[in-house]
Structure formats: structure tokens, C-alpha cells
């Protein structure tokens, strides 16, 4: 079946230095994916997307790398913020709107 | 941009009684709306999806009976646990999309004692 997962649970760094959050999927039709932000108590916040056709997507501070040979995606959080403590998820489609969610990796960030 | 509200934000029941969970689209028409279930420390887990006017589609494992899910406008998405038990208490997040996205609520946290 369908199955996204990551390689952490928790990652700790210090304020300023970039973070990169791992996470492998196992449907090879994917055809888009997603990173999520959630805080404690919260909804999840879209991040970032990158559809399969690309394997790199910039935004604000932030980076997908999409790698379909070895289906896996990853998030780089450039100069990483004490706001930017939280869960990350990354997330699935494939076809419809139908989205599923990765295990999710909590990003600590150190003062 | 979009948003989605749910209420309550937060509700607490006795064990063996229902709970009502209203996720709506604020400033835009969903034609799909998707409820998750999260556990503590855990990802979100979709339950079902349901469009307007017809019936809920469920994931396999969760309870169309046990979860009722109700979607009767193309603004309002409802979830009802029945004869709530302790076990379903959790955080449960709706989702609503409209042509080109899918918008998150900020979810609802039942405790069932």
C-alpha cells in the first residue's frame, strides 16, 4: 500500500545553521508532494510543494529536493529560526487530492 | 488566503455520548473535505473523504458508523463520533479543497472521560 515515512524522528540544531529533513515514499505514482509545518495544538501549514516532473523547488528560506530513483524527498531550511521549531511532515499525492502524510520529524532549534 | 474553521476547537465528553465536529470553508466553496485523525506524536491519518451532496468515502479500518461524517452544504463538512470511548479521543483535523488546493483547520481536540 501506500506508505510515506521518514528517516528521523527528532532533529536538533543550533539557530543559524541550515536544517535538512529526510523523508523516503514508497509510491512510485506519486505525482506531488507536499511539506507541512505543525506547531503544538495546531492545523498543519503549508510549507512547500514540488510536483514529479521537477526534482528541485525554492521558495523563502526553504528547499525541496525531489529524488524519484530512490523516492525520496527532502526539505533544507536555510539559517534555521527558533519559529521554525515544530513537527514537518512531508506528504503525498497521487492523481487526486487525496493526501497522505509521512510520520513527521521534530525539528528542535537551539538558541 | 482560504481558511477553514472548526468548532469546537476543543470538547470534552463522557464516554458513551456523541460528539458533533463542524469544519467549515470560510470564503470559498469545497467540494471535497477530508477529516484526519491524529494521536499524540503521531502523523495525520486520513479517516475519510467526503464530497457535497453525497455519501462519505472511508479508509479502510475506520467505522462509517462509528464516525459519521455529513456534508450537506458546500461550505460544511460534519463529524460525528458516536458513542464516543476513551480510545477515540484525539485530534481531529479537517481538510478542504477547492480547484486548485487543499486548505488544513486547525483541528479539534476531543477527550472522551
Known amino acids: 500500500g501506500e506508505s510515506v515515512g521518514l528517516h528521523l524522528p527528532t532533529l536538533s540544531v543550533q539557530e543559524g545553521d541550515n536544517s535538512i529533513i529526510n523523508c523516503a515514499y514508497s509510491?512510485?505514482?506519486?505525482?506531488?508532494f507536499i511539506w507541512y509545518k505543525q506547531e503544538s495544538g495546531k492545523g498543519p501549514q503549508f510549507i512547500i510543494d514540488?510536483?514529479?516532473?521537477?526534482d528541485k523547488r525554492q521558495g523563502q528560506r526553504v528547499t525541496v529536493l525531489l529524488n524519484k530513483t530512490v523516492k525520496h524527498l527532502s526539505l533544507q531550511i536555510a539559517a534555521t529560526q527558533p519559529g521554525d521549531s515544530a513537527v514537518y511532515f512531508c506528504?503525498?499525492?497521487?492523481?487526486?487530492?487525496?493526501?497522505?502524510f509521512g510520520a513527521g520529524t521534530r525539528l528542535f532549534v537551539k538558541a | 488566503g482560504a481558511v477553514v474553521s472548526q468548532h469546537p476547537s476543543r470538547v470534552i465528553c463522557k464516554s458513551g455520548t456523541s460528539v458533533k465536529i463542524e469544519c467549515r470553508s470560510l470564503?470559498?466553496?469545497?467540494?471535497?473535505m477530508f477529516w484526519y485523525r491524529q494521536f499524540p506524536k503521531k502523523s495525520l491519518m486520513l479517516m475519510a473523504t467526503?464530497?457535497?451532496?453525497?455519501?462519505?468515502?472511508?479508509e479502510q479500518g475506520v467505522e462509517k458508523d462509528k464516525f459519521l461524517i455529513n456534508h450537506a452544504s458546500l461550505t460544511l463538512s460534519t463529524l460525528t463520533v458516536t458513542s464516543a470511548h476513551p480510545e477515540d479521543s484525539s485530534f481531529y483535523i479537517c481538510?478542504?479543497?477547492?480547484?486548485?488546493?487543499?486548505?488544513f483547520g486547525p483541528g479539534t481536540r476531543l477527550l472522551v472521560l
Open positions: 514540488i510536483r514529479s516532473n521537477m
Open positions: 506528504a503525498e499525492r497521487t492523481g487526486g487530492f487525496k493526501t497522505i
Open positions: 509510491n512510485s505514482a506519486s505525482d506531488y
Open positions: 467526503s464530497n457535497e451532496g453525497s455519501k462519505a468515502t472511508y
Open positions: 481538510s478542504a479543497r477547492d480547484s486548485e488546493t487543499q486548505y
Open positions: 470564503d470559498f466553496q469545497a467540494t471535497t
